[in-house]
T-cell receptor, first 111, second 117 residues
Framework: SQQGEEDPQALSIQEGENATMNCSYKTSINNLQWYRQNSGRGLVHLILIRSNEREKHSGRLRVTLDTSKKSSSLLITASRAADTASYFC???????????FGAGTRLAVHP | NAGVMQNPRHLVRRRGQEARLRCSPMKGHSHVYWYRQLPEEGLKFMVYLQKENIIDESGMPKERFSAEFPKEGPSILRIQQVVRGDSAAYFCASFTGSGGTNTGELFFGEGSRLTVL
């Protein structure tokens, strides 16, 4: 079963705008990770935030985590056409280092 | 240091045939996961293996599917008597095992895309 649920399912913006994607999950977690997938390719890790962290930055990425609401957000600032991809959140589950992925947000950045 | 290598990248099978997908993890990684992805959907966990051991196969269909990660050689995901519903992209991911995924990320291969005619 899915753990994370992203919203929106699809997002279309212009270059230079910010893109915000949200993820909600159901059970307690050790950490939450965000991955990117370009069309027809594998997933690439973007950022990991631990359950005791509230915010984390990496370049143009900002991730927040609210464990009381069981939700996370990924903000991409000053978006570029190359940011066009699907973005997935993933959480640990089951104590076996098993990552459970959400359905993803498909981001389209138009030049 | 080569990344996670999966082959074949594309595989076409007719209904009833067998599909074998191979995954070589990153050097030094002893933990392998297999995920399945249908078009426009997220990744569904199938199985988690360490060398010579299946740790968690809760996402694997009980029939026709099997996975192994031998002491030597790649991890193999085997699908017997394929049906059209098996058409999907199958991704392998690995990590070191040290500290678990609480301290780092999974490294993914480019996937094997199975088409069942």
């Amino acid at each position: 079963s899915q753990q994370g649920e992203e919203d929106p399912q699809a997002l279309s913006i212009q270059e230079g705008e910010n893109a915000t994607m949200n993820c909600s999950y159901k059970t307690s977690i050790n950490n939450l990770q965000w991955y990117r997938q370009n069309s027809g390719r594998g997933l690439v890790h973007l950022i990991l935030i631990r359950s005791n962290e509230r915010e984390k930055h990496s370049g143009r990425l900002r991730v927040t985590l609210d464990t009381s609401k069981k939700s996370s957000s990924l903000l991409i600032t000053a978006s570029r056409a190359a940011d066009t991809a699907s973005y997935f959140c993933a959480t640990l589950s089951g104590g076996y280092n098993k990552l459970i992925f959400g359905a993803g947000t498909r981001l389209a950045v138009h030049p | 240091n080569a990344g996670v290598m999966q082959n074949p990248r594309h595989l076409v099978r007719r209904r009833g045939q067998e599909a074998r997908l191979r995954c070589s993890p990153m050097k030094g990684h002893s933990h392998v996961y297999w995920y399945r992805q249908l078009p426009e959907e997220g990744l569904k966990f199938m199985v988690y293996l360490q060398k010579e051991n299946i740790i968690d196969e809760s996402g694997m269909p009980k029939e026709r599917f099997s996975a192994e990660f031998p002491k030597e050689g790649p991890s193999i995901l085997r699908i017997q008597q394929v049906v059209r519903g098996d058409s999907a992209a199958y991704f392998c991911a690995s990590f070191t095992g040290s500290g678990g995924t609480n301290t780092g990320e999974l490294f993914f291969g480019e996937g094997s895309r199975l088409t069942v005619l």
